[in-house]
């Protein structure tokens, strides 16, 4: 089974889909850590995602659908996958289809309002060492902009300041209608509330899963 978790910036498709992925033992793919990656390994893909991602604007479907190609063909993918970030548009949702069809999937918008995303990503702050995601708001390290993980010092990603932010929820208003009706004409759409705990929204997504694989 393929499974998209859709949904603006920060409303939390990574911490579901790591818990899901846990729960039914499939991968989850990440286009932006696949993206960060590239851009922390400094390869040709990563040199030309940065100066994009650092404006708030998207890649490039060829670029991101170049990277999806690649890993929905490992091995580890063939019971089923997670995709948290991708498609965001609807000639992305086609090329998916193209990459791999045939396969059961499932959609689900995890919902939630501008201002509510806006207070959310301002408050992150990233670990220039590991990664580590920390929140001013919700989970802070135990000294000040250090991470507890590795030591390195956090930071505020060009793309969480506030007027990026609001540039990439425009580019997502602008595509996300589109996309949710291509999704429910296939009778594979579901939404949810973003804004409830972590637990319920958890549980939700678990129990729509669970009723496609009975399917």
């Known amino acids: 089974m393929r499974i998209i978790l859709y949904g603006p910036p920060g409303s939390g ?15 989850k793919i990440s286009t932006g850590d696949l993206l960060r990656r590239a851009v922390k ?4 893909l990563g040199r030309k995602a940065e100066a994009i991602m650092n ?7 060829e670029i991101v659908g170049g990277i999806i190609r690649e890993r929905i063909a490992l091995p580890d993918c063939r019971s089923g996958y997670i995709l948290d970030g991708f498609p965001r548009t609807l000639p992305q949702a086609r090329m998916l289809e193209d990459l791999d069809s045939g396969r059961n999937e499932i959609v689900v918008e995890i919902c939630l309002s501008d201002e509510i995303v ?11 060492g590991c990664g580590m995601i920390y929140n001013t708001q919700v989970k802070n390290p135990e000294v000040a902009d250090v991470c507890d ?9 060009d793309d969480d300041r506030e007027d990026a932010i ?4 425009h580019i997502y208003h602008q595509q996300r209608d589109k996309l949710v009706d291509y999704y429910k004409r296939k009778d594979v759409y579901h939404g949810i509330n973003g804004d409830a705990p972590i637990e319920r929204i958890f549980d939700e997504l678990s ?4 009723k496609e694989r009975e399917l």
Request: hydrophobic letters at 30%.
């Open 13 to 27: 498709k990574g911490t579901q889909g790591d818990l899901i992925g846990e729960k039914y033992g499939v991968p």
């Open 41 to 44: 390994d400094r390869t040709a």
């Open 55 to 61: 404006e708030g604007d998207l890649v490039s479907d």
């Open 118 to 128: 806006v207070k959310r990503l301002n408050a992150r702050r990233s670990c220039v």
């Open 149 to 157: 993980e590795c030591g390195a010092r956090l930071v505020l990603r």
């Open 166 to 169: 609001r540039r990439r929820l």
């Open 207 to 210: 129990d729509l899963i669970d």
